[in-house]
């Protein structure tokens, strides 16, 4: 289980692991909002509650273009991880068969590596369409792709406590708290790589 790091507005920004939010508490960058009871860090010097949300003491700014980045974390789970093609949730392929990004619009007929641009494609299904548009390869998309919310972007693979929940209820509301646990299966340990400024 990991911390949950509030910026100093309150906003939900990521999930940390636990020693680097103790360590962010220990350089006073950020302060403990709520605990585990039962689990503590000591040292020599230090005896802590083990923290499950922290806020940061100073205001971190997250440039619009990392909460815009297509990943593939993201984009499989903004598609529930489920092919846009076939229909096949990843839990039903076959040996060698694994996701992929595939574009609409192929890069090499001038497409764009961009949100409405891209689908989730079992590797079969990408195989098959290959340079092509969905309609000249005869494979109908199950669903328009578009731009996922900040909320999606943040937390679409995370498992969240129901303390952290309550914070991203707050900020986002009922909605997007719904959303989250609702697609909360796959957590992924370094999906908030680009929130590398809070230590």
């Known amino acids: 289980m990991g911390c949950l790091a509030l910026n100093a507005s309150f906003e939900p920004l990521t999930l940390v ?10 350089d006073r960058k950020a302060e403990i909002l709520e605990v585990d009871e039962d689990r503590r860090f ?14 940061l003491v100073r205001y971190v700014h997250v440039p619009r273009r990392f909460r815009r980045q ?16 076939c229909g096949r949730h990843r839990r039903e ?18 497409g764009e590596n961009s949100w409405t ?17 969905p309609e000249e390869s005869r494979m109908p998309l ?7 919310n900040q909320v999606h972007l943040v937390w679409a693979v995370r498992r969240v406590t129901p303390a952290q929940a309550r914070y991203i209820r707050v900020f986002y509301g009922e909605d997007a708290l ?7 299966e796959d957590p992924l340990a370094d999906a908030d790589s680009h929130f590398h400024g809070l230590s």
């Open 178 to 184: 719904r959303a989250v646990q609702g697609r909360a």
């Open 42 to 55: 000591r040292s020599e010097r230090s005896d802590l509650p083990c923290p499950t949300v922290i806020r």
């Open 117 to 133: 641009n891209v689908v989730t494609a079992c590797s079969p299904c990408n195989n098959r369409k290959g340079s092509r548009t």
């Open 70 to 85: 297509v990943t593939n974390t993201f984009l499989f789970a903004r598609d529930d991880y489920v092919c846009q093609y």
């Open 17 to 26: 692991p636990l020693t680097r939010a103790v360590r962010l508490v220990l």
């Open 142 to 148: 199950l669903s328009k792709p578009g731009e996922p």
């Open 93 to 110: 392929f076959r040996g060698r068969e694994f996701l992929t990004r595939d574009h609409v619009v192929p890069v090499s007929r001038g």
